[in-house]
């Protein structure tokens, strides 16, 4: 069975500051792996997508997510962090089956300080 | 912008009303879902569709009833819905079902029950 732990339910940096954001998976099959960013009050926006092309994967607004198969994570990563980042991101495994079902994590909400 | 547009983005309705909620996208897209966004849990998928079929429906209670009348549109109609319903519902489009396919969201309906 596919699942998704995201390991802190809150992180606080400062502004300019490196972001990490924890993510380990369980999953039967080769996975497709993603990050969401859900602003207060919005939809889902997708950060970024791995699919087995390349073990870093780029994303958007200078987001980046490491494959790591060893360690069964896919941490998400910012050299610094904005303002603007602050929101809830989650965490999304892609279970197999025929269609796409999509797995959350319980999300990680990030604040981001002067 | 996504490309799928939710409406209302805000309901409160009574134990006894009839409502319904409204998803349109306009990428193109075969497949779309409804998930439901709960305080303090993980974002549950409740319907898939594929080419306007239902093709997973998530142990979800009779009183939701999607509808999929074309690939652009999709509806959830609520009857007789609880307090505990109370939610965030996000509907998402996919270009197909497949896993790993990306889906867009929606910005999501606040629906509140009282």
């Known amino acids: 069975a596919q699942s998704v732990t995201q390991l802190d339910s809150h992180v606080s940096v400062s502004e300019g500051t490196p972001v990490l954001l924890r993510c380990n998976y369980s999953s039967s099959y080769s996975p497709s792996l993603f990050w969401y960013v859900q602003h207060p009050n919005k939809g889902l926006q997708l950060l970024l997508k791995?699919?087995?092309?390349?073990?870093l994967v780029k994303g958007i607004n200078g987001f980046e997510a490491e494959f790591k198969k060893s360690e069964t994570s896919f941490h998400l990563t910012k050299p610094s962090a904005h303002m603007s980042d602050a929101a809830e991101y989650f965490c999304v495994v892609s279970a197999p089956g025929g269609y796409n079902k999509l797995i959350f994590g319980a999300g990680t909400r990030l604040a981001v300080h002067p | 912008e996504t490309g799928v547009t939710q409406t209302p983005r805000h309901l409160v309705m009574g134990m006894t009303n009839k409502k319904s909620l409204k998803c349109e996208q306009h990428l193109g897209h075969n497949a779309m879902y409804w998930y439901k966004q709960s305080a303090k849990k993980p974002l549950e998928l409740m319907f898939v569709y594929n080419f306007k079929e239902q093709t997973e429906n998530n142990s979800v209670p009779s009183r939701f009833s999607p509808e999929c009348p074309n690939s652009s549109h999709l509806f959830l109609h609520l009857h007789t819905l609880q307090p505990e319903d109370s939610a965030l519902y996000l509907c998402a489009s996919s270009q197909d079902r497949g896993t790993g396919s990306k889906a867009f969201f929606g910005q999501g309906t606040r629906l509140t029950v009282v």
């Open positions: 791995y699919t087995s092309a390349a073990t």
